[in-house]
């Protein structure tokens, strides 16, 4: 009998999950998935990802895939009408067999008046968007699925040197106000850990070593290229020009404890502070990668 080649099922082939895709994948996993549009369907299936069609309004043609699956990951944010997921499959992922989890935010805690949080404090979100993750993710917890909250996800093709370039980077000031970040390679490196050391119900805070203040990241990226930075505007002053999810991330001001999931998987990052991360996606841009 051929030995079993175990598949990932991804609710949500995005940018995060792709990255734990493609380190299984390397491993000798099967991936299968979903998109909201049919035209990245057919480009994921041209890239050996069985993917099919999931959104809101549509559930699964072959919902079989849930009962197959060694590992499910979903990273589908939840809407009004709560998540999606569970809404059409979650009888079914009360009943599979695999290992379960979702990507989450740190934005359930709220606002922590620039504290360390870790996985112990409580969730203080009260805008709509983070009252429906916590409501989402108690319902993946009780299905037994391993959470993971995301701090500001980075990486290639997405990150302070393209917004430069773009011309669209601000250097807003806020006095006290940091974020932490992630570089989606390390976030791909824990979900795939995470798979390997299962630990049902783990909740696992995502974010590396240095939170920081955004202007002095717009900063250090600015140097990385040789530009001279857009000047500093102060918050208060701009805040009628930025949209309302803007508003909201500085609104929260908190620092991201990650040392729960670094022990619990026995890891390090690859790229513990944002000039790391920024160095790679920088050489790999060079390199053409």
């Given at each position: 009998m051929a030995d079993h080649?175990?598949?990932?099922?991804?609710?949500?082939?995005?940018?995060?999950a792709l990255a734990a895709a493609r380190l299984l994948q390397a491993q000798g996993w099967r991936v299968a998935g979903t998109s909201r549009q049919a035209d990245k369907v057919e480009a994921f299936?041209?890239?050996?990802?069985?993917?099919?069609?999931f959104s809101p309004s549509?559930?699964?043609?072959?919902?079989?895939?849930?009962?197959?699956?060694?590992?499910i990951l979903s990273?589908?944010?939840?809407?009004e009408d709560g998540d999606a997921v569970i809404r059409h499959h979650g009888a079914q992922l009360a009943k599979a067999r695999g290992w379960l989890g979702y990507l989450s935010t740190t934005g359930v805690y709220g606002d922590a008046g620039g504290a360390w949080v870790d996985e112990t404090a409580r969730r203080r979100s009260t805008s709509a968007r983070g009252q429906a993750r916590i409501l989402a993710e108690d319902q993946w917890h009780d299905l037994g699925a391993e959470i993971f909250r995301l701090a500001g996800i980075y990486g290639p093709g997405r990150n302070q040197l393209v917004s430069l370039r773009e011309g669209t980077a601000k250097r807003l000031v806020k006095p006290g106000q940091v974020f932490s970040r992630i570089h989606v390679d390390d976030i791909g490196r824990i979900i795939a850990g995470a798979i390997a050391h299962p630990n049902r119900g783990a909740i696992y805070n995502v974010a590396d070593d240095e939170p920081a203040p955004p202007q002095t990241v717009?900063?250090?990226a600015a140097y990385m290229l040789g530009m001279m930075p857009p000047p500093e505007e102060d918050f208060e002053t701009a805040r009628h020009r930025l949209s309302p999810m803007a508003q909201s991330f500085y609104a929260d001001n908190k620092r991201i404890d990650n040392r729960k999931v670094?022990?619990?998987?026995?890891l390090s990052l690859l790229y513990p502070t944002y000039r790391q991360g920024l160095s790679a996606c920088l050489a790999m841009e060079k390199s053409g990668a």
């Open positions: 080649q175990p598949l990932l099922f991804c609710f949500g082939l995005g940018y995060s299936i041209a890239r050996d990802i069985d993917a099919q069609v549509q559930p699964l043609a072959r919902p079989d895939v849930i009962d197959q699956a060694d590992a990273s589908i944010a939840p809407d717009i900063s250090y670094k022990k619990a998987l026995g």
